[in-house]
C-alpha cells in the first residue's frame, strides 16, 4: 500500500476506537455496560444490527462468492424480512416486557434453570467460535499486505476489539457501528464505481452483465426444490427464515443491540430497517464480486489468489511444475479472453447462434481452467498437506490492493477492519452479558454491588476476548469464511430456536420436557450435519421443527407416567 492508504487505514481505525471509548465513558453500572441503559435511537439499533451481522467475512468472502460462484448466495437472505416481522410482533415485546438482560432468562422464568443454562451454554459456544472466524477474516488482509505471519495480525485485530469492548461495553459497541456502517456504506459504493470505470472502454456496464449473464454468474434465483442445493429460492426462505429468526431471536450478539433501544417501538423500527436495507447490501456486494469477474475475463487472473501459498510452492521442489502449471493458464486465459470478447460482439449485435456457440465454447474453457488450477492445488497439498487450498477469501483483496487507486485501497482494507471491528465487539459484548447475567450471577448472587457486576463483566469480555483470538489462530483450514460462519451457525441456532418457539407457543410443556427435547435434537443435527443428510441452511428447519416434536411426545409421555 501507498503512504496515503496507510494514513486512512491508521487514521480511521483510531478515530472508531477514540471515537467508542469518548461515547462510553459514562459506564458505571452493569445496566449501563450491558445494555447502553436503553437509550439507544431506532436508527442506532438498526445500524448496530447489521454491523453486528455484517462482519469482515461479508466484504472478503462475499465478493469471492459472487466471483466463483455467481449471485445464488443472496437467495440465502430470502427469509430475513419475515423473520424480522415475526421478531417486531412475538420476541421484542415478551423482552421488553420481563426487561431481561438476556434472552435466556425468559427461558428460567418460563421453564427451569437447566434449560436456561443449556441455552445460554449452547450460545456461548457458537457464538466464541463465530466471533474468533470474524476476528481471523481481517488478519488474512494485514498479514497479506505486510507478508508477516498471520498469528501477528491476529493478535493486533483482536487487541483492537477488545480495548474499547472491555472499556465501554454496549454503548460503545453501538456509536462505533453507526460509524462503522456510515463508513462502509460510502466506500462500497465508491469502489463499484471505480470498478466500473476499470472494467474494458468498449464495455458498458450493461454489455458486463451480459456477459456474467452468459456465463452463468447473475444465477440469482433458483426454483428448484433440492434439499441438497445449498442455495435455491426453498432454502433461502424457509431454511432462511428460521437462521435468520433464531439468529435475532435467540443469539445474545443481536438480541442485545435490539434490547438497548428507547422503547419497543424503536426496537422494532431498527428491525424494519434492517429488513428493508440487508437484501439490497448483500446484492450490491457479491454483484461486486461479479463485477470483479468480469474485469478478469479481460485482464489475466493469478493462477490461484493467495499470495503466500503461491511463494511457498515457488520456493519449493516443485517450482518448475507450478511454472508449467502457471504458463497453460495463462493460454488457456489468452484463448479465454478473444471467446468473451467475440461474446460479447455477438451480445451488442443480438446474434442468438454466435452467443450459445461463444457460451458453449466459454464453458469448455472454464472447465480447462479450473483443471488446471486443481493441479495446481495438488503440487501445493504434495509441498504441504496443510496448504489453504480454497483462495475465494482472497479474490477481492488481491484485486483492490493491486487495481484500485491509493486512497481507495486504504479506505476499503478499513472497511473489512471495521466490519471485524463491530461483529467482533457485538459478540465480545454478548458473550460477557451471557456469561455474566446467566452463569455468574446466578452462581455468586445478586446482592454484590453495581460496581461488583461491571468489573465482572469487563472482566469476562477480556477473557472472551482471549479465547476468540485463539480461536482465530485456528480458523485456517475452515474454507470460504462465510460459509463457514452459516454452517456454524445452522448447527445450533435450529436447537436454541425451537426451545424459544416451545416457550412462546406450546403452554403445556415443561422444562423437562423440552430439555431432553433439545439434547436429543442438538446431537441429531450434529449427526444429519456429519453425515450430509441435508444442505446445511435446513438444518436450521428440522432443528426447530423437531425440538418441538419431540417435547410435545415427551411431555405426552411424562403426563401419562405421572398418571400411573
Known sequence: MSQIDWVILVSTLLFIILFGMWKSRNAKNIHGYLLADKQMPWYHVGLSVMATQASAITFLSAPGQGFSDGMRFVQFYFGLPLAMIVLCVTFIPIFQKLNVYTAYEYLEKRFDQ?????????????????????????????????????????????????????????????????????????????????????????????????????????????????????YNIWSGIIGGFFLQLSYFGTDQSQVGRYLTGKSINQSRMGLIMNAIIKIPMQFFILLIGVLVFVFYQFTAPPIFFNEYEVKQIQKSEYSEAFANEQAAFNASNALKKAKVIELSQAIKTDNTQAIVAKQAELKQLEAQNQAIKENAKALMLKNNPKADTNDTNFVFLIFVTKYLPHGLVGLLIAIIFLASMGSTASGLNSLSSTFVVDFYKKKVGSNKTDQHYLNASRAATFFWGVFC????????????????????????????????????????????????????????????????????????????????????????????????
Open 114 to 230: 437447566r434449560t436456561r443454562y443449556l441455552t445460554a451454554f449452547l450460545f456461548l459456544l457458537q457464538r466464541g467460535l463465530s466471533t474468533g472466524i470474524t476476528i481471523y477474516a481481517p488478519a488474512i488482509v494485514l498479514s497479506t499486505i505486510l507478508h508477516v505471519d498471520l498469528f501477528y495480525t491476529i493478535l493486533l485485530n483482536g487487541v483492537l476489539v477488545i480495548i474499547y469492548t472491555v472499556y465501554g461495553g454496549a454503548k460503545a459497541v453501538s456509536y462505533t457501528q453507526m460509524l462503522q456502517m456510515s463508513i462502509i456504506f460510502g466506500g462500497l459504493v465508491f469502489a463499484f464505481f471505480v470498478i466500473v470505470d476499470l472494467l474494458p472502454a468498449d464495455l458498458s456496464f450493461n454489455q458486463a452483465l451480459h456477459i456474467a449473464g452468459k456465463m452463468d454468474r447473475l444465477n440469482v434465483i433458483d426454483t428448484k426444490f433440492d434439499l441438497d442445493n445449498k
Open 469 to 564: 483470538v485463539l480461536v482465530a489462530l485456528y480458523a485456517r483450514k475452515l474454507g470460504n469464511l462465510i460459509e463457514a460462519v452459516n454452517i456454524l451457525g445452522s448447527l445450533f441456532y435450529g436447537t436454541i430456536l425451537g426451545v424459544f418457539l416451545v416457550a412462546f407457543y406450546l403452554k403445556q410443556v415443561q422444562g423437562k420436557a423440552v430439555f431432553l427435547a433439545a439434547i436429543l435434537t442438538e446431537l441429531f443435527v450434529i449427526f444429519a450435519w456429519q453425515f450430509e443428510l441435508s444442505s446445511f441452511l435446513w438444518l436450521n428447519l428440522i432443528g426447530a421443527l423437531l425440538v418441538m416434536l419431540l417435547a410435545y411426545l415427551i411431555q405426552i409421555w411424562i403426563d401419562k407416567k405421572s398418571v400411573y
